[in-house]
């Protein structure tokens, strides 16, 4: 068994639509989470981050953590065309520069104008 | 915020070559850097983490006399993949956190990566 299981997709959806991406993971001592953005060929950014449980809200995006059940979401509202991407979930046991982070396997979205 | 340069971007080899890839922080320093390596629509695998002044912490299953890890200072580590190989094709991304943006939770940069094919 993965440590971090997401669907790899791909995932299409219409312009304006409401994007749901989810992970999950059996770690229970993961308590940094992030969600990156990568483009074809390019390195990963970093778009949401949350430590431990809870909900943290950038905009279109928002970023969810349920500890208990071991379930990580990304929710994109009112989708463009531009998050067309892939989107990989990130998990670390520690918020530290030598801790290291195991991804999920990426989900590609492809929003359709 | 934080920045990491990678160089190549692209590289091209023969079989049988090595080949040297260098990580970079440019304004931040970095005693720890990690190497990833991604097949095409796949995700990012750890392949080590790479310790400044002493040896890289090898995952499980990666060669490290294949994957020759140094990080002489604390803004540059480099990979070196030796006796490149078909199978070695890849892209293989660094990354590294800007201590100094830890208490933001800034996380952690990553380079542009570099795509190896090895023909």
């Known amino acids: 068994q993965k440590e971090v299981e997401q669907d790899p997709g791909p995932l299409s959806v219409p312009e304006g639509a409401i994007v749901s991406l989810n992970c999950t993971y059996s770690n229970s001592a993961f308590q940094y989470f992030m969600w990156y953005r990568q483009y074809s060929r390019k390195g990963p950014e970093l778009l949401m981050y949350t430590y431990s449980s809870g909900n943290k809200e950038d905009g279109r995006f928002t970023a969810q953590v349920d500890k208990s059940s071991k379930y990580i979401s990304l929710f994109i509202r009112d989708s463009q065309p531009s998050d067309s991407a892939t989107y990989l979930c990130?998990?670390?046991?520690?918020?530290?520069?030598?801790?290291?982070?195991?991804f999920g396997s990426g989900t590609r979205l492809s929003i359709r104008p | 915020g934080a920045v990491v340069s990678q160089h190549p971007s692209r590289v091209i080899c023969k079989s049988g070559t090595s080949v040297k890839i260098e990580c970079r922080s440019l304004d931040f320093q970095a005693t720890t850097m990690f190497w990833y390596r991604q097949f095409p629509k796949q995700s990012l695998m750890l392949m080590a983490t790479?310790?400044?002044?002493?040896?890289?912490?090898?995952e499980q299953g990666v060669e490290k006399d294949k994957f020759l890890i140094n990080h002489a200072s604390l803004t540059l580590s480099t990979l070196t993949v030796t006796s490149a190989h078909p199978e070695d094709s890849s892209f293989y991304i660094c990354s590294a956190m800007d201590p100094s943006h830890k208490r933001e939770g800034g996380g952690y940069t990553f380079g542009s990566g570099t795509r190896l094919t090895v023909v």
């Open positions: 790479s310790n400044e002044g002493s040896k890289a912490t090898y």
């Open positions: 990130a998990m670390s046991e520690m918020y530290s520069s030598a801790s290291k982070i195991i």
